[in-house]
Nanobody, 115 residues
């Protein structure tokens, strides 16, 4: 079955960096668009970045120029490099794949940006 496991979250100071990883299994990873979402307390879950099978990327305006999404098809892993972090980036970050009209989510990883 489809499994997504995120890692790499933590506590970081404003201006710092983190790299999140999402390890996938149970499907042909290279054939599907992967996406990162985030959800802060009391807020809806919003798209942060996506990457297609051909490597095409898209980003939320709030993270453009600071975050980079990438994928390693051999390792079946998608990454989110986050630089110049701000307190408003604090959230639980989730990776997602849509396969056969079903959305699969990981368990999430907490990112806290605070001095």
């Amino acid at each position: 079955q489809v499994q997504l496991v995120e890692s790499g979250g933590g506590l970081v100071q404003p201006g710092g960096s983190l790299r999140l990883a999402c390890a996938a299994s149970g499907y042909t990873f290279s054939s599907y668009t992967m996406a990162w979402y985030r959800q802060a307390p009391g807020n809806q879950r919003d798209l942060v970045a996506g990457i297609g099978p051909d490597g095409t990327t898209n980003y939320a305006d709030s993270v453009k120029g600071r975050f980079t999404i990438s994928r390693d098809n051999a390792q079946k892993t998608v990454y989110l490099q986050m630089n110049s972090l701000k307190p408003e980036d604090t959230a639980v970050y989730y990776c997602k794949v849509r396969r056969r009209s079903i959305d699969y989510w990981g368990q999430g990883t907490q990112v806290t940006v605070s001095a």
